[in-house]
């Protein structure tokens, strides 16, 4: 069974920068598609990057193009979403998810799997 495991939230001011981590066990990473998701209270989760790390396609929103790199290391099974210039609208709990079988995900109906989510506070 995959199991997911987020990490490296935090508190910083606007346009400093953070890491996330997202552990992967029970299934090898290229053979998933994984993204980032993130929540605010009173909203519909919404997706923030993807990646396949099989044929090396990523995906992005609009909202965080240029600011948020994702990447994956296969042989630590882990994605990574690096995030710069952070802006208090990126601000919410940040959830990692996989798919078997996909090269992106880009919708909360097609996870298969959800990692516990880690909070981002962006705030002077």
């Known amino acids: 069974e995959v199991q997911l495991q987020a990490s490296g939230g935090g508190s910083v001011q606007p346009g400093g920068s953070l890491r996330l981590s997202c552990a992967v066990t029970g299934f090898t990473l290229e053979d998933l598609a994984i993204a980032w998701f993130r929540q605010v209270p009173g909203k519909e989760r919404e997706a923030v990057s993807s990646?396949?790390?099989?044929?090396?396609?990523?995906w992005y929103a609009d909202s965080v193009k240029g600011r948020f790199a994702i990447s994956g290391d296969n042989a630590e099974n882990r994605v990574y979403l690096q995030m710069n210039v952070l802006k208090p609208e990126d601000t919410a709990v940040y959830y990692c998810?996989?798919?078997?079988?996909?090269?992106?995900?880009?919708?909360?109906?097609?996870?298969?799997?959800w990692g516990q989510g880690t909070q981002v506070t962006v705030s002077s």
């Open positions: 990646i396949s790390t099989s044929d090396d396609r990523t």
């Open positions: 998810a996989a798919v078997y079988g996909l090269s992106i995900l880009r919708k909360e109906l097609q996870a298969e799997y």
